[in-house]
């Protein structure tokens, strides 16, 4: 797996550890976002390094059957900030990946994004409509699927694309400029302060509890699902940041306060997944209720050292 040490890799190596069907996880990441304390109780054969590297992915491949990966440089404000890095590690990090893979060709996942369908105004996005990414990020993350596609296509490698939507839950960290909306919202609430929301907050999201999507991920794995075209990975539920907030308040049993600021530039209005190939493709899988996903998420706020460091100086205090 690459970026096993981030948020979603470090759920997935739990959720991959807990099947038998699994031998052996080996985690390649560099550290840049993710943390190590991740993987803290999980038995993985860690290395250290960067999908940039393409000789040390050669080496790691030779008797890899499943590559999951999931190593990017995430975050639309950070693509902002920096669009060759961006580029650099998701766009030729992938082809590095996918080039490691021609000669054993494994079984590969991928880890694309929403994002890379832009402001479409079909409510439901599928996956047939046009690609419009609105931002650096949005653009590296098609030629992340699209480079996938490509080498099934060229080089006959088994391949899955997905296309994620809003992950959040546990170890999705807070507290730094990038943070994804729920784990900044978890920790200025557990704070006692007011959620930032940038634009009047009708903006509306396809929030997937990180349980369930590793759950898809792991049956894809398992039994090495393929598709010619990329899938959504979200379940098509409609939450606007208003209410958010307000599942966000039922869950602490207390009202969460907004901060209204202005719009940021590259933010999608509405993004909602089309599940129909999904759940063709993986029918036995059952979305997390957000409540429920909300309150584990706070848990392990509540529980974490590392979920955010401020919190913690804030709640000695
Ligand atoms: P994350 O930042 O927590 O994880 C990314 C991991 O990749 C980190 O551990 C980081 O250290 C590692 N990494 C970065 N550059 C690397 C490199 N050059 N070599 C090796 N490792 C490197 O982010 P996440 O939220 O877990 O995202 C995982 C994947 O899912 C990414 O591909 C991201 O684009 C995609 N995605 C996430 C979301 C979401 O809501 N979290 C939505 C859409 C797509």
């Known amino acids: 797996m690459t970026g096993g040490a981030g948020f979603i890799g470090a759920n997935l190596c739990r959720a991959l550890a807990a099947r038998p069907e699994v031998e052996k ?5 560099d550290l840049s976002s993710g943390d190590l304390t991740n993987l803290d109780g999980v038995e993985v054969d860690f290395v250290m390094g960067s999908i940039l590297d393409a000789e040390l992915l050669t080496d790691l491949m030779a008797d890899t059957t499943t590559v999951v990966h999931l190593a990017a440089r995430p975050s639309v404000p950070r693509s902002l900030a920096d669009p060759l890095a961006s580029h650099s590690v998701n766009a030729t990090g992938t082809l590095h990946v996918l080039e490691a893979c ?69 170890m999705q960290a807070a507290g730094h400029a990038y943070a994804a909306v729920i784990p900044t919202f978890v920790s200025m609430a557990l704070r006692g302060r007011p959620v930032p929301i940038y634009g009047d907050g009708n903006q509306a999201r396809d929030f997937t509890y990180v349980g369930s999507l590793t759950e898809v991920l792991v049956d894809a794995a398992v039994r090495r699902v393929t598709s010619p075209t990329p899938v ?21 049993g207390r009202p969460v306060e907004p901060a209204f600021l202005p719009p940021r530039i590259g933010e999608i209005q509405e993004s909602q997944a089309s599940p129909h190939l999904l759940r063709r493709l993986f029918p036995s899988v059952c979305p997390t209720p957000l409540e ?12 974490s050292a590392t979920a955010d460091p401020g919190l913690q100086l804030d709640a000695h205090i």
């Open 25 to 29: 996880i080996r985690v390649l990441d």
């Open 102 to 170: 021609r000669a054993t060709r494994p079984h590969v996942v991928l880890a694309s994004s929403s994002s890379v369908y832009g402001n479409c105004q079909e409510p439901h996005k599928h996956e047939d409509l046009p690609t419009r990414p609105l931002s650096p990020y949005g653009a590296s993350k098609l030629a992340t699927e699209a480079y996938g596609l490509a080498y099934a296509e060229s080089f006959d490698l088994p391949v899955l694309p997905f296309r994620f939507f809003n992950v959040y839950g546990p």
């Open 232 to 252: 959504n990975l979200a379940f098509g539920t409609r939450i606007t940041l208003r209410h958010l907030k307000d599942a966000l308040g039922m869950v602490l």
């Open 292 to 303: 429920d996903g909300l309150r584990m998420t706070v848990a392990w706020f509540e529980n």
